[in-house]
């Protein structure tokens, strides 16, 4: 037996114990947590068989009385002997996708992205907003199958568009690669049909939070976006972060949401504070360029998960719900390429270069911390992703 590092000044800690998905050389992937720079295999930790699986769905399906006793189990269990075949260096292991997506859907709950957007978008509309924004989370419905996780290589998308001065479209590889950095929520229960999820029941439902990368390619979505909204120039690829954050060590990252005018209809009337001080980091080619602050998002989880259930739409285990790009009130605060270079007419200093949205060979990664108990700090690893050309023969 050994004893672990309980790595007191990582973002990776007791107050974090994410969960994950790894496997090393000739093993099926498994279920772990990380500490410090060390994976631990849980089933072989907690003797839990639930763990001995490729995907978090069956824990997460346990409900969240069991996610309360399993955290504060393995929290014990780190801080007496283990078996040393139960651990493993980080750098030993392939992270692989943790949880099944079942469905997915990306709301858009910055004020500061969406009236940027409105601005670029519809520059002679007198409001960047449109007349519901602040009455209800606006959302579309994306694509799960198209969901992988850190370190897969993005495959630049050929598709439609039509520049301003043509008359008709043309194909090929979009050359409005840009990046969309998102906080993603995990749901770990679900709700049967014609039973909606209260706003002030929803953290009975969410198990936990991952980075999103929603990669859209903006001469696609511009096209194609009127008026059903995005299709294939989102759906290719997101990338989500391999550890998936518990909303249970989140309780000091809790923020009031921004005072939101005109008040909201009853079914998204919170009555506690519901905001994330999550700070997140955009990496492009090394260097950082913009740090988004999740606790200027208008819209809460709890209210995009009530929203996206009161019509009575079921949800069920590995739903994965976005929260819109994150963007605050400056500069470089702004979530998105297109934000940052205002369309590409203020390009930004990457590595020397001016740059506005993104090349063959670029890699972007995402990153955040939160405040944790007692003056720690809990990470989310990265979302990591470098874009490859486009297939060199489309489909004729
Ligand atoms: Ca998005």
Known sequence: MTRLDLAEDSLFGLANLPYGVYSVPGQTPRVATRLGDQVIDLAALTGEDVFARPSLNPFMASGRGSWVEVRARIARLVRGEVSPEAVHPLDAVRMHLPFEVADYVDYYASEHHAANLGRLFRPHNPDPLMPNWKHLPVGYHGRSASIVVSGTDIVRPN??????????????????????????????????????????????????????????????????????????????????????????????????????????????????????????????????????????MYWSPAQMLAHQTVNGAPTRTGDLFASGTVSGPAKDQRGAFIELTWGGAEPVLVGGEERSFLEDGDEVVLRAVAPGPEGAWIGFGEARGRIVPAPVEPPS
């Open 159 to 296: 598709g439609q568009r039509k520049p301003p001065a043509e008359d008709a479209p043309v194909f090929g590889p979009t050359t409005r690669l840009d990046i969309e950095a998102e906080v993603g929520f995990v749901v770990g229960t679900g709700n049967a049909m014609g039973h909606p999820i209260a706003v002030d029941a929803a953290e009975d439902h969410i198990f936990g939070l991952v980075l999103f990368n929603d990669w859209s390619a903006r001469d696609i979505q511009a096209w194609e976006y009127v008026p059903l909204g995005p299709n294939l120039g989102k759906s290719f690829a997101s990338t989500i972060s391999p550890w998936v954050v518990p909303l249970l060590a989140l309780d000091h990252a809790r923020v009031a949401t921004p005072p939101q005018e005109p008040e909201v209809l009853p079914y998204l009337r919170l009555d506690r504070p519901w905001g994330l001080d999550l700070r997140l980091e955009v990496e492009w080619n090394g260097q950082v360029v913009s740090r988004p602050p999740y606790a200027s």
